[in-house]
């Protein structure tokens, strides 16, 4: 069952949206944070956290811009791409952090992050700054190696596409260098490639992907209660 919920920033104060889907086992086994691309939360979004719920978690995604505009939601032409852009540049790290946080703390623990795109920097940033954060999973996170600096507190496990435009493999390779000991996967792929409806959508590399992320979870579960 998914729900719109309102969370609060204990940072500054603000309330924002966010899209809430109960386990679909009716008992969560922990909590994941669905981090949005730079669209919103799209039908993708929707997804991918409906997903989480069938793997048996509580599932959250924040809606990120809703300060520029509530319920904020971009299309995938070049006007929406802009909108989005200027939502990223509008939003700084200190804000989404404790938009993220207010995310984790309304989730049953243990607690997990996963985004994609811009959701997939926002999963790094929150295994660096963010408390309660038991494992991450970042998908095609172009931005990811230009945050480096900020070293991951929590397991992270990353996903890129071989053939994405957008991230070049030197990008890649200087997250590889700045995270040696994280699982970093590349996929016969282009950006987008867990997004139906994309051009770059590839079910074989968003199956294999997904489940990969699933495992990495139950991994850390099963090492909590060991």
Known sequence: MAEKITLTNKTDGF???AHRVRASSGKA????VVIQEIFGITPHIEAMSAYFAD???DVIAPSLFDRIEANFQAGHDQEGIQKGIKGVMSSPWTQVMGDVQA???AL???CYVTGFCYGGAVSWMAAAQCSGVSAVSCFYGRL???LTQNTPKAPVMLHYGARDPSIPADNVERVRLAAPDSPLYLYDAGHGFCREG???Y????AKLALTRTVDWFARWRQEEHA
């Open 202 to 205: 590839n079910a074989d590399a």
């Open 29 to 32: 086994i922990g909590g994941v």
């Open 55 to 57: 793997a048996g978690y």
């Open 144 to 146: 990811i190696a230009d």
């Open 108 to 110: 049953p623990k243990p």
């Open 198 to 200: 994309s051009h770059d």
């Open 15 to 17: 309330g924002i949206s």
């Open 103 to 105: 995310a984790i703390d």
